[in-house]
């Protein structure tokens, strides 16, 4: 009998197969933690499946009966649950109805609140624009920096009033009739306070300020400044002119109830921020050396504002004023001696020059009369050079420094038509460097002419005096010599 290679194919691939679904049947087992039965030989194989498979239809019908078991709960839980949406909907209707009866009653209570409010809604109003402003006006107040925490209030307040909802009591109302009524109050009250003050080297310095209005603050070395944006007082970079700068001394050093004059600025700091900004004496004349630290030029006076030509002009008035005062200096001590002199003829002091005049006469008394009258008068015209000394240069500079004046006018006047063709006339400050040099120069020229001219005539009148009295002394000593001898004058 042959055998069937078909069933033996069959049987093979079915033991192969077998294995394969066994071996992965024992992996997951492994995996779940089970316990893995192994076959040996074809029928122990064919008896794990038949046991697996017995074990699978038991798993199966205990689940099966747990579901039918839970499936009474099931439609119980979705029993409630439909319960419970209908109950829900249901109150969802009764909202909507309450809701559209609440917002008819919102209407009807807000139409009557409008009606009942009537004018005061304008008046709540008012006081939320009147609290605007007032903060505005309290922040930049100088007020503010000893009355503090206004603004605050203010702000809260104005905030509230902007919502349609927010009513204003008859406190808030009541407390912003005070603050005006305080603001107004304190605007004419000479307060002293303490804070701190910030100063131009960074530091801040704790002293007492006195507040006039709210219009200036004094301190101990003059007025201080109010930065609204940074709400604190700050050192001024240089204080005003010493008048300004004197009187707010004298109010800081005032006793209380005292009355003092005061130099009040009641723009709040806009003069005084002007005032500040004006040249002084000597940024428009000019420092001694003030060119040396900068370079600037080699002249007495050279950074102020009439430039190079300025600088001369000073320079060369104050070498005239030296001038006029050596030379009035000496002829008054002079003419002491002098007259000193002419008390006493006949002990001629060589230390003057009528003495010297009178030791010529004593040293010719033999001599005739013409020659004693050429040598008086040589003596008279020797001494004359050191009389007039120096007052010619001072009556040269007295004319020659309106005209250095005017070549200052000339020179500004030029660099000022220089900058307006290159910059054109947009800005007048572009012009202002020239205009100045222009003024100042001719301001100067006539300060130096003025004094020079004066001293120089002065000086003439006294040398011119001297000489006088020595021509005076010289013709008498000569007559009376002429007469003792018996001669004649030529």
């Not at 009439?306 to 009035?328: D, F, H, N």
């Not at 020179?411 to 460097?433: E, R």
Request: aromatic content about 6%; some cysteine; charged content about 20%.
């Amino acid at each position: 009998m042959k055998p069937n290679w078909l069933k033996i194919s069959v049987a093979s691939l079915l033991c192969v197969l077998s294995s394969y679904l066994f071996a992965q049947e024992e992996s997951i087992l492994e995996e779940a933690g089970l316990e893995v039965v192994k076959a040996n030989t074809l029928d122990e194989l064919l008896q794990n499946i038949q046991d697996r498979r017995i074990v699978e239809n038991r798993e199966h019908a205990q689940r099966e009966a747990e579901f039918l078991a839970s499936q009474a709960n099931q439609q119980r839980l979705l029993n409630e649950a439909n319960a419970e949406q209908a109950r829900l909907e249901r109150r969802s209707n009764q909202l909507d109805t309450q809701y559209e009866s609440n917002e008819v009653r919102i209407g009807d209570l807000q139409e009557l609140l409008d009606d009942r409010l009537g004018s005061l809604r304008e008046l709540f109003g008012v006081l939320q624009q009147v609290a605007g402003d007032a903060r505005g006006n309290f922040e930049g107040s100088i007020i503010s920096l000893e009355i503090q925490g206004r603004e605050q209030f203010l702000g809260d307040f104005a905030a509230r009033m902007g919502t349609a909802s927010e009513l204003a009591s008859i406190y808030e109302m009541e407390e912003i009739w005070s603050m005006l009524q305080q603001q107004m109050i304190e605007s004419s009250k000479v307060s002293k306070f303490s804070t701190s003050v910030n100063m131009l080297s960074g530091a801040q310095v704790a002293t007492d300020i006195i507040r006039i209005g709210e219009f200036n603050m004094v301190g101990p070395d003059g007025y201080v400044n109010f930065d609204v944006d940074l709400k604190a007082l700050t050192e001024l970079s240089r204080q005003p002119s010493a008048e300004f700068t004197g009187s707010a001394r004298r109010l800081y050093d005032a006793d209380p109830g005292e009355l003092v004059g005061f130099a009040l600025d009641p723009t709040r700091g806009s003069l005084l921020s002007l005032e500040i900004q004006r040249a002084t004496l000597g940024e428009m004349v000019g420092t001694p050396f003030g060119g040396f630290a900068t370079g600037k030029c080699y002249w007495l006076f050279c950074d102020g504002q009439g430039g190079y030509v300025g600088s001369v002009i000073i320079t060369v008035g104050l070498i005239g004023v030296i001038l006029a005062l050596e030379r009035l200096i000496a002829l008054f001590f002079t003419a002491r001696k002098v007259n000193a002199q002419r008390q006493n003829p006949g002990e001629p002091d060589s230390g003057n020059p009528l003495g010297r005049v009178i030791g010529v006469y004593h040293n010719n008394r033999e001599v005739d009369v013409e020659t004693l009258q050429l040598k008086m008068g040589e003596a008279v015209l020797q001494e004359t050079p050191k009389i007039s000394r120096n007052i010619a240069i001072v009556q040269v500079i007295s004319v020659v420094a309106p005209l250095m004046g005017l070549l200052g006018t000339v020179i500004g006047m030029i660099q000022t038509f220089q900058a307006i063709t290159l910059y054109g006339t947009g800005d007048p400050k572009i012009m202002a460097s020239g205009i100045s040099t222009a003024l100042m120069t001719t301001v100067l020229g006539l300060c130096v002419a003025i004094p020079t001219v004066l001293l120089h005539a002065l000086a003439h009148q006294r040398s011119r005096s001297l000489i006088h009295v020595l021509d005076e002394q010289s013709e008498g000593i000569i007559a009376q010599h002429a007469e003792d001898t018996g001669q004649k004058i030529g």
